[in-house]
């Protein structure tokens, strides 16, 4: 018997040479005629997931708040309604593994359970597709800037981690804002076959330098972390990093492992406020709060003692918030701090409502920007993990 093909021809798609150097809205239309599925649009979230911003040039940009493709963003689930012109359009999150990249749009005279089997395979290989082609293609990183972005934060972008990665164990995501002048924060999320590798840091300043301090710590800890050093090794290569390259420079940061069969959460905090624990929708008080390690950079004479590594076992659920001071010290419209009490409380009320983490993140900066009654007077970044152990 032979063996079935896709519909359109997907496999002679995919062995096309050509089809590699497609424009990405002309790729997209070649693989939706190959799975045949009628028409599909590819909306990509802007960089601050306010809005979705379509590939197409004669489509609206939807809102994430108030429409049915923002909904669809927000829940990571399937949305349908009627198309204005007639038919149904049927919206579908696009996601590279844990990444929400945006949605795609699935305009058909009827929608049956075939045609979206054929949509989800098709947001699938284009979710695979955007991730490969933004690395190089400035026209997907133009659509998705609403502004200028000045030159720290284009460095330090360039050595972020996707926004949200995760698997069956653990789920871990980060926003980063002012998103457009950002000048000394960043984070860093990794996953091997056991552990997740959760980091935060803060560079003294708010400026070039200020970037590139961040820049070689971030660097000096993946190249310490990808050749099988520990915590404790980790700490001694960032510290070294720092003190010949940047010998005037320092940052605070939390640095995090977390084993994912035992839940075993292992961190050190160098002079950075101390990551939050949240269990049971309540958070857990000073739990993770340890006396601070001096900050990295400072060479070996200027601390008293070995750098220290804390323990402690999360249990299944619990969510942890590594986060900058530019959080917390956020001045609302009232003149008033956002305060450590309110980021708590948003982060649970979040968890109670059942958000995921990413959309409990997104949420929680934009009230605090918008909350601003002028920009932010520092970078706000905030990391959460969340573990969820198979069989729970």
């Not at 923002?70 to 990571?76: E, I, K, N, Q, V």
């Not at 984070?187 to 400026?207: E, K, S």
């Not at 700490?235 to 084993?259: H, I, K, S």
């Not at 109670?352 to 900066?365: C, F, P, Q, S, W």
Request: glycine share 6%; aromatic share 4%.
């Amino acid at each position: 018997m032979p063996t079935s093909k896709p519909p359109g021809g997907l496999e002679e798609f995919l062995a096309d040479p050509d089809n590699a150097v497609l424009d990405l809205a002309a790729a997209v239309a070649r693989c939706a005629t190959a799975l045949g599925v009628p028409q599909a649009v590819v909306y990509l979230a802007d960089l601050q997931q306010r809005r979705l911003v379509p590939l197409s040039d004669d489509a609206p940009a939807p809102d994430v708040d108030n429409s049915l493709a923002g909904w669809a963003y927000r829940t990571l689930t399937l949305r349908v309604e009627e198309s204005p012109t007639g038919g149904m359009t049927a919206w579908l999150p696009l996601l590279d593994g844990a990444e929400r990249l945006g949605v795609v749009a699935v305009h058909a005279p009827c929608l049956d359970p075939a045609l979206l089997r054929r949509s989800r395979a098709l947001a699938s290989l284009l979710a695979m597709m955007i991730t490969s082609k933004r690395a190089y293609k400035d026209t997907l990183v133009q659509r998705t800037r609403s502004e200028p972005m000045r030159l720290p934060a284009e460095m330090l972008r360039a050595f972020l981690p996707p926004r949200t990665i995760g698997n069956t164990h653990v789920v871990s995501t980060a926003v980063l804002e002012p998103a457009y002048e950002i000048g000394g924060d960043a984070f860093d999320h990794c996953l091997t076959r056991t552990a997740l590798h959760a980091t935060i840091v803060d560079a003294m300043g708010h400026n070039l330098l200020s970037g590139l301090t961040t820049a070689v710590a971030l660097a000096a800890c993946r190249n310490g972390r990808r050749t099988g050093s520990d915590l404790p090794e980790l700490l001694e290569t960032m510290d070294a990093a720092l003190a010949q390259w940047l010998p005037d420079q320092f940052c605070t940061g939390v640095l995090t492992r977390l084993d994912l069969a035992s839940g075993m959460l292992r961190w050190s905090n160098c002079g950075h406020p101390p990551p939050l624990l949240i269990r049971d929708n309540r958070l857990v008080d000073k739990a993770l709060e340890r006396e601070p390690d001096p900050p990295l950079g400072l060479s070996t004479p200027f601390r008293s003692a070995d750098r220290q590594v804390h323990e402690t076992r999360l249990e299944p659920g619990d969510r942890v918030l590594l986060y900058t001071d530019g959080v917390t010290e956020a001045r609302l419209a009232d003149g008033s701090e956002f305060g450590l009490e309110r980021f708590a409380d948003s982060i649970i009320r979040a968890s109670a409502a059942g958000e995921v983490a990413a959309e409990a993140l997104r949420r929680l900066i934009h009230s605090i920007l918008d909350s601003q009654p002028n920009r932010l007077r520092d970078d706000a970044t905030i990391l959460m993990f969340e573990w969820q152990p198979p069989g729970r």
